[in-house]
């Protein structure tokens, strides 16, 4: 089955400093790739949709200075957390669409990340 | 985006079918019905998809009304290890098109 792999599974960092987190489709490539992060007991909430070559779109409240994206290639995308105060500490997930549109979303086994 | 509303939470004892129903009354022509697992601090781990009908896969079933409205996945013989969020969503395949989540279903299965 289609498997996305997301690295690193879990970063603790200091305020100030970046975090970048990165997630590649092993065996599918993927056009579309989106970023979610979930709080203690919340569901996942949509960061941004990446495309590969393409800027990603943000939703409304996330700042895209501070989470960048980056969709290099049809199997990776990066998601830069730039001077991470200790309110950005979350689960952060990302998601593959394969090019192939009958096939469901594949998620990442996400990332935690901590800042002290 | 069609929105989704199952309930919050379930109980139920080990070795019993489960049946989550979902509720998406503005489901599109194109929308695809999706179910995902999740335990903590994991990422949602697909279930089964459908259109319409009736799905069945090796660990679930997916039952579709003629409407579409609404759909229920059933899960028969639960055990401790399916103790998890499941979450329902609508939407479909192509593109952009990103999968919203609700607040999903907590179940929990008891021995």
């Known amino acids: 089955g289609a498997v996305v792999s997301q690295h690193p599974s879990r970063v603790i960092c200091k305020s100030g400093t970046s975090v970048k987190i990165e997630c590649r489709s092993l065996?599918?490539?993927?056009?579309?790739m989106f970023w979610y992060r979930q709080f203690p007991k919340q569901s996942l909430m949509l960061m941004a949709t990446?495309?590969?070559?393409?800027?990603?779109?943000?939703e409304q409240g996330v700042e895209k200075d501070k989470f960048l994206i980056n969709h290099a290639s049809l199997t990776l995308s990066t998601l830069t957390v730039t001077s991470a105060h200790p309110e950005d500490s979350s689960f952060y997930i990302c998601?593959?669409?394969?090019?192939?549109?009958?096939?469901?979303?594949?998620f990442g086994n996400g990332t935690r990340l901590t800042v002290t | 985006l069609a929105k989704t509303t199952q309930p919050i939470s379930m109980d139920s004892y080990e070795g019993q079918e489960v049946n989550i129903t979902c509720s998406h009354n503005?489901?599109?022509?194109?929308?695809?019905i999706t179910w995902y697992q999740q335990f903590p601090s994991q990422g949602p781990r697909f279930i089964i998809q459908?259109?319409?009908t009736k799905v069945t896969n090796e660990v679930a079933s997916l039952f579709i009304p003629a409407d579409r409205k609404s759909s229920t996945l059933s899960l028969p013989r639960v055990s401790l290890s399916d103790t998890a969020v499941y979450y329902c969503?609508?939407?479909?395949?192509?593109?952009?098109?990103?999968?919203?989540f609700g607040k999903g279903t907590r179940l929990s299965v008891i021995a």
């Open positions: 503005n489901i599109a022509t194109n929308d695809y």
């Open positions: 969503l609508v939407g479909d395949n192509s593109g952009n098109t990103p999968l919203v």
């Open positions: 990446s495309n590969e070559g393409s800027k990603a779109t943000y």
């Open positions: 065996d599918f490539q993927a056009t579309t």
């Open positions: 459908g259109y319409k």
């Open positions: 998601s593959a669409r394969p090019t192939d549109y009958n096939s469901p979303l594949h």
